[in-house]
């Protein structure tokens, strides 16, 4: 059984940082690309981050770069996206997902698995 938990999110003010985290179990975690979108009602699930399997390569969107990174660990099956500088338009719930592939992407049709999210609000 794969399983993805999030943890960490929670209401910031703007300007504010933030580390949401993912632990991953049921599968050869470091053979896998590893990666972060966010989601509000109505829109389509957003690509945030991405890492490769060994975190020598990364990817961000262009609204977050400068601002978040992504990290992992792979000795204890985590992925870590630390977010400085944090902006109300940051608000969304925040998934973690598992590629197909080792090689880092960026579009939610290449997540082979889900967490279940976690919520992070930023304040005005």
């Known amino acids: 059984q794969v399983q993805l938990v999030e943890s960490g999110g929670r209401l910031v003010q703007a300007g504010g940082s933030l580390r949401v985290s993912c632990a991953v179990s049921g599968l050869t975690f470091s053979t896998y690309a590893m990666g972060w979108f966010r989601q509000t009602p109505g829109k389509e699930r957003e690509f945030v981050a991405s890492?490769?399997?060994?975190?020598?390569?990364?990817g961000y969107a262009d609204s977050v770069k400068g601002r978040f990174t992504i990290a992992r660990n792979n000795a204890a099956n985590l992925v870590h996206l630390q977010m400085n500088s944090l902006k109300p338009e940051d608000t969304a719930v925040y998934y973690c997902?598992?590629?197909?592939?080792?090689?880092?992407?960026?579009?939610?049709?290449?997540?082979?698995?889900w967490g279940q999210g976690t919520q992070v609000t930023v304040s005005s």
């Open positions: 890492i490769s399997w060994n975190g020598g390569s990364t």
């Open positions: 997902a598992v590629g197909y592939t080792s090689v880092p992407y960026n579009r939610p049709n290449d997540a082979k698995y």
